[in-house]
């Protein structure tokens, strides 16, 4: 069974740092675009950041404080998060990408920011 198995998140306050993991299993993914995604209590899902062939892909809001970093060997992408703020609060998703789009994604991972 293809399948993405996000872990790392928690509850960390302001300024905190967390590294969420994705943990790809039944296929292969070396090859892929890996992304990872967030949606807030209300709000829309957004792009937070890719990596594949060409490098990698920030929004600007988590420039300089995000990054994004896969080991190909253990099948497994990272998002390390450091200087988190209060709006960086949401449940963080992995998705890996197929053509113009993304075909599988995880489960999610709560991430609280909090004073």
């Known amino acids: 069974q293809v399948q993405l198995v996000e872990s790392g998140g928690g509850l960390v306050q302001i300024g905190g740092s967390l590294r969420l993991a994705c943990a790809a299993s039944?296929?292969?993914?070396?090859?892929?675009?890996m992304a990872w995604f967030r949606r807030a209590s209300g709000k829309e899902r957004e792009f937070v950041a890719h990596i594949n062939r060409s490098g990698t892909l920030y929004r600007d809001s988590v420039k300089g404080r995000f990054t994004i970093s896969r080991d190909n060997a253990k099948n497994t992408v990272y998002l390390q998060m450091d200087s988190l703020k209060p709006e960086d609060t949401a449940v963080y998703y992995c998705?890996?990408?197929?053509?113009?789009?993304?075909?599988?994604w995880g489960q999610g991972t709560q991430v609280t920011v909090s004073s």
């Open positions: 998705a890996a990408g197929a053509g113009t789009g993304y075909d599988l």
């Open positions: 039944g296929g292969t993914f070396s090859s892929r675009t």
